[in-house]
């Protein structure tokens, strides 16, 4: 008779920088972690999340894997634990030190993972973001219908660059999030908040999505999670500019680098309506086959198998 291969099944903690209960639906941190914990879930794995209030209560006292979600927080590695950090944003908050308490380092973007990989004393790799296809796809509905769609919060002491680089428009600009009054006509801002699951369909309704990242994520490569979820709803986006982000979507998402340019891409492109939709299909199907939860745990797993 043959010999049943038993493949080893991990309890894994997944932490996030959260603040409070009360704003775990409001961080993308969140959503990051629960497609994780799904997909390592259907492989037969188990998975909790800690918002940051819980990570030394010791609720991750029966698991045997710590992965952490490195945004604003520093987390203090234990050593009963097999510790990875993955570096999703705020590279510059991030030392070395910091990198060499943990036993694997993911870094969403090449060149700063490249970079990281020279001076640290442990593995250290790329692992870009990532999106979940069931939760975002295209949609269509007019009701959600806008010229330019702006999702997000204020910087609370400054506004978002791409809104102050395209104001005064004569275009219609639907911005959502936190903190704009102070800083915008109220005729542009349209809600402070868009839940999670009903976000593809204002991505997929727009004409174009405008974004844009902290200035120490566009230094260092760091392409943040909203693109893969606006293309895999099959949205036509125009970001600032990151390093390696043609490359990794194809020329799909136009960039810009001075307010004049900004301006010529939102005209250019809102005259060339199906020449938005074929960028962005082209888009989604990158992110569909290449940028999902179930890629990036399956990296994951692989890597706990080595280690």
């Given amino acids: 008779m043959g010999t049943k291969i038993q493949t080893k099944k991990y309890k894994i903690a997944i932490k996030t920088a959260i603040p ?3 704003h775990r639906y409001q961080w993308g941190d969140y959503y990051l972690a629960l497609g994780l914990k799904r997909e390592f879930e259907k492989k037969g794995h188990s998975a909790i999340i800690q918002i940051y209030p819980e990570w030394y209560d010791g609720s991750d006292s029966l698991c045997d894997i710590v992965l952490v979600l490195r945004g604003l927080r520093y987390y203090k590695p234990k050593n009963r634990h097999i510790n990875i950090l993955w570096n999703i944003s705020h590279p510059d908050t991030v030392k070395m030190e910091e990198i060499n308490k943990y036993d694997y380092v993911f870094i969403s973007s090449f060149d700063w993972a490249e970079e990281v990989s020279e001076r640290a004393n442990v593995p250290v790799e790329p692992l870009l973001q990532c999106t979940d296809p069931g939760t975002f796809s295209a949609s269509g509905k007019i009701e959600f219908k806008h010229e330019l769609l702006f999702v997000g919060n204020t910087r609370k002491t400054r506004a978002r660059k791409i809104i102050m680089d395209l104001l005064p428009t004569n275009r219609q600009l639907a911005v959502y999030g936190k903190g704009w009054k102070r800083f915008i006509s109220k005729k542009y801002i349209k809600g402070i908040y868009i839940p999670n699951h009903e976000l593809y369909k204002y991505y997929g309704s ?4 405008l974004n844009d990242h902290w200035d120490d994520m566009r230094e260092k490569g760091f392409i943040n999670n909203r693109i893969f979820d606006a293309l895999a709803s099959e949205t036509f986006i125009i970001s600032d500019r990151v390093k390696g982000i043609e490359k990794v979507f194809g020329g799909a998402v136009k960039t810009y680098g001075s307010i004049h340019e900004l301006h010529e891409l939102i005209e250019y492109y809102l005259a060339h309506a199906q020449l938005r939709k074929d960028l962005a299909s082209r888009g989604a199907q990158i992110v569909r086959s290449q940028h999902t939860y179930a890629n990036r ?11």
């Fill in 20 to 22: 409070r209960e009360s």
């Fill in 206 to 209: 727009c004409d174009i999505l």
């Fill in 297 to 307: 745990v399956e990296k994951l797993l692989q890597v706990l198998k080595n280690i």
